[in-house]
């Protein structure tokens, strides 16, 4: 279809909230590699597991099977589950979606069975570029080991195929800078300490051996003054050297990015357990405006045991944990990567679509819509009566003023143009600008602080 309704009613909604079933909002896409329907259908939607599991390759085995379980496992529970295929031609899962929503677009939530950084940060930039929204599980350990500043560096591992021999030597350049070249010694452990102390002369770089080699070939290096660039690293002969370039973890990537189509949970089991399907299988069958995902008890997926430091650590990089509080299994926050929370970005989506669909249906239910202050008042109430649903829905707060200055502090309130004020040329154009609104959102509580005083 060449003309959309975007085409014709355009909403942009601008959030504010930091100190600093209708169409999509309830289906999730599940995309992976196992569908065994053909590559042209592409997509598929699902109203029982068992249909999902006779359409997959290895049937309940497949992780698109165990997503939609989780899914369909929440209480209420979606109606439809769509299952997406990458195919073996796609070269990563950006191609895939782009393929997918060709076919069929009317999905919001998206998940990916892939646990591989690479292919979720694929996921994460679709999901803003097509205004959806994904969640996504991730079990790398520096998310909940390392704190946000340790996590953010860069760190490069240099791998020696072999022991250094007596009598060659290494040059290893960092960041355009050369290390003192280094002859080897005798032992090889001793001269890949000697490496290890010439690469840590030089400014912002320090190297150790890793830890987890037992061979001693591998070397750990870090840069503390931008992205690490190991320009270099050669052995005059025998032993060859790989260089691999380790990046942050996933939560601090997509921080980063400023990421606000994304949650990230983190499990220390992402592959085999799917808080990630159960957060967007918990959120997207209710109303929009009524939820918070704190608290959320997800069916289906378990919980980890983690210390308030790996906590900590976790939700400083606004990646969402799922714990046992008391006796209650539960969503630990539910931010997306710039600390915005989730039912925020799905209130916001409701409402543009809620707004477009309700102006669009304005404009072709009348014969015409004039271009007077009455025609202009039919767009305004058309916005004003989708504020108020969101008013009632519980995603804008009610309407409350300042009882000194009387100012409007919550609720919404809606701005339009008289039509002696329009130009001419938009006229002309049949363009209607300057429809605007502020919204109040009611937020939620997550915390509580109470102080009291016994007496006797």
């Known amino acids: 279809m060449g003309t959309t309704m975007a085409d014709i009613v355009t909403v942009s909604i601008t959030r504010e909230t930091k100190p600093v079933s209708q169409k999509g909002l309830g289906i999730t896409l599940i995309v992976g590699p196992n569908a065994s329907f053909s590559d042209a259908t592409r997509i598929k939607y699902y109203g029982d597991l068992p249909s999902i599991a006779a359409d997959l390759t290895n049937g309940v085995d ?51 069975v892939s646990r591989a950084d690479a292919d979720q940060l694929d996921v994460a930039a679709w999901v803003i570029a097509n205004e959806r929204i994904t969640a996504l599980a991730n079990s790398n350990t520096s998310i909940i080991n390392s704190s946000e500043a340790e996590d953010s560096l860069q760190v490069a591992k240099l791998v020696f195929s072999d022991d250094l021999s007596t009598g060659n030597a290494t040059d290893i350049s960092v960041n355009s800078v050369a290390m003192l070249p280094t002859v080897y010694l005798t032992s090889h452990l001793d001269t890949m300490n000697e490496i290890a102390f010439n690469l840590s002369a030089l400014a912002n770089t320090s190297a150790i051996l890793d830890p987890a080699d037992a061979t001693n070939r591998t070397l750990i290096v870090t840069y503390t003054a931008g992205n690490i660039v190991i320009n270099s690293a050669t052995v005059t002969s025998g032993s060859a050297v790989t260089i691999a370039i380790v990046y942050a973890s996933l939560p601090v990537q997509l921080k980063a990015a400023g990421n606000d189509r994304t949650s990230c949970i983190f499990t220390s089991d992402a592959l085999n357990n799917f808080p990630d399907a159960g957060l967007l299988g918990k959120i997207l069958p209710l109303t929009p405006g009524s939820y918070t995902g704190m608290f959320k008890s997800l069916s289906g997926v378990t919980t980890d045991v983690l210390t308030p430091t790996q906590t900590k650590n976790a939700h400083d990089k606004y990646c969402s944990t799922y714990e046992t509080v008391g006796v209650n299994n539960m969503l630990i926050e539910s931010w997306v990567s710039t600390g915005e929370f989730i039912d925020i970005i799905v209130f916001q989506d409701w409402l543009k679509n809620r707004i477009t669909e309700n102006v669009f249906s304005v404009l072709v239910n009348k014969p015409k819509v004039p271009y007077t202050d009455n025609g202009i008042a039919d767009i305004e109430n058309a916005v004003k009566q989708i504020l108020q649903i969101g008013l009632n829905n519980g995603g804008i707060s009610p309407f409350t003023y300042n009882k000194t200055t009387k100012e409007q502090t919550g609720g919404f309130y809606t701005t339009v143009p008289l039509a002696a004020d329009v130009p001419d040329v938009d006229k002309n154009a049949r363009v209607l600008r300057n429809v605007n609104f502020v919204a109040w959102l009611a937020g939620a509580i997550h915390t509580v602080q109470i102080d009291g005083v016994l007496t006797v």
């Open 62 to 112: 497949d992780p698109e099977y165990k997503m939609a379980a989780v899914i369909f496992a929440q209480n209420p529970r979606v109606l439809l589950v769509a299952i997406g295929k990458k195919i073996a031609g796609d070269a990563d899962y950006t191609e895939a979606l782009n393929a997918i929503s060709v076919v069929s677009n009317d999905f919001y939530g998206v998940l990916v």
